[in-house]
């Protein structure tokens, strides 16, 4: 089964302006009141430098092809539209030689674990 792309996060921490991807569920805490202390992978800066990089051109190919899906004025257009970018955002992904699971899952991480959200942003700059 093909994998989408979830831009969400990392897009917003690249301070790049964008719309479109996939959210990611989270899963509801056991308790309403409870803090998530969830504990995130340790990724290498490696690792971390790659996601960024697939970031930047995710974002990139999410702001060529917002316009298109905002203008297509039937469903068939929008989901050819939506598959032919969610194609180049795999791609750019790979490019980068990550998986779309890892990227994901970095995002995913970006959500729980603000030391993460730091190191990203050092490595943005």
């Known amino acids: 089964m093909h994998k989408r792309i979830t ?3 990392s897009t ?3 301070a790049i302006s964008m719309t479109g991807g996939m959210a ?3 899963q509801p805490a056991a ?3 409870a803090p998530m202390a969830v504990p995130t ?3 290498s800066d490696a690792q971390l430098e790659r996601f960024v990089n697939a970031s930047e ?5 999410s702001q060529e092809y917002t316009p298109k899906l905002q203008a297509s004025n039937d469903e068939a257009t929008k989901k050819k539209v939506f598959q032919e970018a ?3 955002m795999v791609k750019a992904v790979h490019d980068e030689g990550m998986t779309v699971d890892q990227f994901n899952g970095i995002n995913q991480s ?3 674990d603000p030391n993460l959200v730091k190191r990203i942003q050092k490595i943005a700059e």
């Open 7 to 9: 831009t969400a996060i």
């Open 12 to 14: 917003g921490l690249l």
């Open 57 to 61: 051109k995710v974002a990139m190919i």
């Open 41 to 43: 992978p340790d990724y």
């Open 86 to 88: 969610d194609q180049k």
């Open 110 to 112: 970006l959500q729980q």
């Open 24 to 26: 990611m569920a989270q």
């Open 31 to 33: 308790q309403p009141n």
